[in-house]
């Protein structure tokens, strides 16, 4: 905490830091939200080096995401409704970051004032925003070269290499529980779905652009008064991809109310109302320019991003979670059951799941 008040003073957020506390709910990276004299409020991150090798490139993609969705929007192109990104605050020394005496890598950004996260969906009002603020999103981005982005996290949704990451670890451990065999036999019978999007993807089915990476319901903010969803956040996987991914996972997200860690795994579902109101949404935004081929794969994107999930906490737990933070020992395998359950439930609804994206197909 001492850390994160220092570092919070080397950073020009327009006033005195009068308090720095942690914040939010991230696996990944350590974040605190820092406070001025002035009122003003940031988001001070230290990003994880251990997952990204070269944070400095997730500042250079910032930069030239917002320099191309400022000329958009000053394009007039876009609709009234905007999304918002936050501000990037440059230190006392003039860069997008600063790094600390132990090589930690540190960057503050605006607080987008009068919004907040939800921690699940509870009406469909706000599912339709999400799928508003997703394809706004897209169709933002569409038209940017994906070229002009680093590769922040190379290989990041790359199923059949999680796939043969998982088999080579698995190789060395005999399921010693009835959770690890349940898992275990759970990927076994799928094995063939690992490889859908990357396939397409080969075979130029499915086009190379611009994606956001990490769409979980905790990235959309929110504005307290109107209910809207006014920005999407935590933008460190933003680079070249398919929507898809993008689409798999905030369905995988959104749709699942009882969220990553229930309780009771039983109470883990697909809802089908929440997954119509995203998707109507989203493609209202992106329906110019995407192609049939791109709803071809839309089902495969929804049942494959939560089995990706579920493979990558499954494997962290059996490499002694060195990747998601965790709280107690047996969280991530808990994690992966319950994206494996949230697939099977998807298995279950495949065809009116299937039917729902073929209406909004012919429309
Ligand atoms: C991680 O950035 P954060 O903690 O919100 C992960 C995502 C997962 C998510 C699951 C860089 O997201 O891929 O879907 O956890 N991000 C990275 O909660 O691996
Ligand atoms: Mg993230």
Redesign the pocket.
């Known amino acids: 905490m001492a850390l994160a008040q220092d570092i919070a003073a080397s950073f020009d957020m327009g006033g005195r830091i009068q308090s720095v506390r942690p914040y939010g709910?991230?696996?990944?990276?350590d974040t605190f939200v820092a406070i001025t004299d002035t009122g003003h409020r940031a988001i001070l991150q230290r990003v994880n080096r251990h997952?990204?090798a070269h944070p400095e490139h997730i500042m250079e993609n910032l930069r030239v995401l917002m320099d191309h969705i400022s000329h958009r929007v000053s394009g007039g192109q876009t609709g009234a409704r905007e999304l918002k990104l936050p501000e990037i605050f440059l230190s006392r020394a003039g860069k997008d970051f600063l790094i600390d005496a132990q090589s930690g890598f540190w960057r503050a950004l605006g607080y987008i004032e009068n919004t907040r996260t939800l921690e699940r969906i509870t009406d469909t009002r706000q599912a339709e925003e999400v799928g508003f603020a997703l394809g706004r999103f897209h169709a933002l981005v569409h038209d940017l070269d994906p070229a002009r982005l680093h590769q922040t996290?190379p290989g990041?949704h790359d199923a059949p290499n999680y796939l043969a990451r998982f088999t080579q670890t698995s190789a060395q451990k005999t399921p010693d529980s009835a959770e690890l065999k349940y898992c275990f036999a759970f990927v076994e019978e799928r094995r063939n779905l690992a490889q859908v999007l990357e396939t397409a993807k080969r075979e130029r089915k499915l086009v190379i652009r611009p994606i956001h990476?990490?769409t979980?319901i905790?990235?959309f903010l929110f504005d307290i008064t109107t209910g809207l969803a006014v920005s999407l956040i935590?933008l460190?996987?933003v680079q070249p991809g398919l929507i898809h991914f993008d689409v798999g996972?905030c369905l995988r997200?959104c749709a699942n109310l009882a969220g990553?860690s229930p309780a009771d795994i039983g109470a883990v579902r697909f809802d089908l109302d929440i997954c119509r109101a995203i998707l109507q949404h989203y493609l209202a935004e992106t329906r110019s320019f995407l192609t049939q081929l791109d709803y071809e794969y839309l089902y495969d994107a929804i049942r494959l991003i939560p089995f990706e999930?579920g493979l990558?906490f499954l494997t962290d737990h059996l490499e002694g979670n060195h990747?998601?933070k965790t709280d107690w020992p047996g969280q991530n395998l808990h994690r992966a059951r319950v994206q494996f359950q949230l697939v099977a439930d998807i298995e279950k609804k495949s065809k009116p799941v299937k039917a729902l994206i073929a209406s909004f197909a012919e429309v």
């Open positions: 709910h991230g696996l990944i990276n997952v990204f996290l990041f990476g990490d979980k905790d990235n935590d460190d996987t996972d997200s990553e999930l990558r990747y998601f």
